[in-house]
């Protein structure tokens, strides 16, 4: 147990389903990630977190939408997604926004969109 | 872009044998961390080296971070079962850039 909690673990949608992945820490935190991980790709960061203000987009497409309603939980909501978005969602969190801090991971939600 | 390359991709060995894994990148880092993912498992933080030339072990695994602060290694001594999994660095760029980067990872399986 890491302390950062992930919900749900798998997940199947259709490409026009609405759903949201939840993650929740317990470690007092004031930072949280979304990272994506693909086969054979090194883990992509999304969105980052820091004190419930977002502080960065990699780039992601409009059809992943994050919200952070406090330091402790963190949502990503997703809408229209396509079969190239199925992957491990990965929460992480740690003590401020910093490269050099070390990130405690959630279990992941594995997702198929199909 | 910061990117950093890790090799092998894959390592099987004999439980016994030695495994290492080699992380490079093209420029310098601030510090390099080491994580570890187990089969359907989450990454899990193992190490951080942050001074040139930094050497860090723990029970059989020994970390090290170039003279360079380029690259890095981790080799794991008679390896086990328990020591299955995916080994990732992450080189933080620090600075400006405020990025921690992750690499490909390596697979390794360990055959009882």
């Known amino acids: 147990e890491t302390g950062v909690t992930q919900t749900p673990r798998h997940l199947v949608m259709g490409m026009t389903n609405k759903k949201s992945l939840k993650c929740e820490q317990h470690l007092g935190h004031n930072a949280m990630y979304w990272y994506k991980q693909s086969a054979k790709k090194p883990l992509e960061l999304m969105f980052v977190?820091?004190?419930?203000?977002?502080?960065e987009n990699n780039s992601v497409p409009s059809r992943f939408s994050p919200e952070c309603p406090n330091s402790s939980h963190l949502f990503l909501h997703l809408h229209t997604l396509q079969p190239e978005d199925s992957a491990l969602y990965l929460c992480?969190?740690?003590?401020?926004?910093?490269?050099?801090?070390?990130?405690?991971f959630g279990s992941g939600t594995q997702l198929s969109v199909l | 872009g910061q990117q950093v390359m890790q090799i092998p991709q894959y390592q099987h060995v004999q439980e016994g044998e030695d495994f290492t894994t080699y992380c490079n990148s093209s420029?310098?880092?601030?510090?390099i961390q080491w994580y570890k993912q187990r089969p359907g498992g989450h990454p899990v933080f193992l190490i951080q080296?942050?001074?040139?030339?930094e050497v860090k072990k723990q029970k059989r695994l020994t970390f090290q971070f170039g003279e360079a602060k380029k690259n890095s290694s981790l080799h794991i001594t008679a390896t086990q079962t328990t020591d299955v999994g995916t080994y990732f660095c992450?080189?933080?760029?620090?600075?400006?850039?405020?990025?921690?980067?992750f690499g490909t990872g390596t697979l390794l399986a360990v055959q009882p």
């Open positions: 977190y820091n004190f419930k203000e977002q502080t």
């Open positions: 992450a080189g933080d760029y620090g600075g400006a850039t405020n990025k921690l980067i």
């Open positions: 992480a969190s740690s003590q401020v926004r910093a490269s050099n801090e070390k990130l405690f």
């Open positions: 420029t310098t880092l601030s510090n």
């Open positions: 080296l942050v001074k040139s030339g």
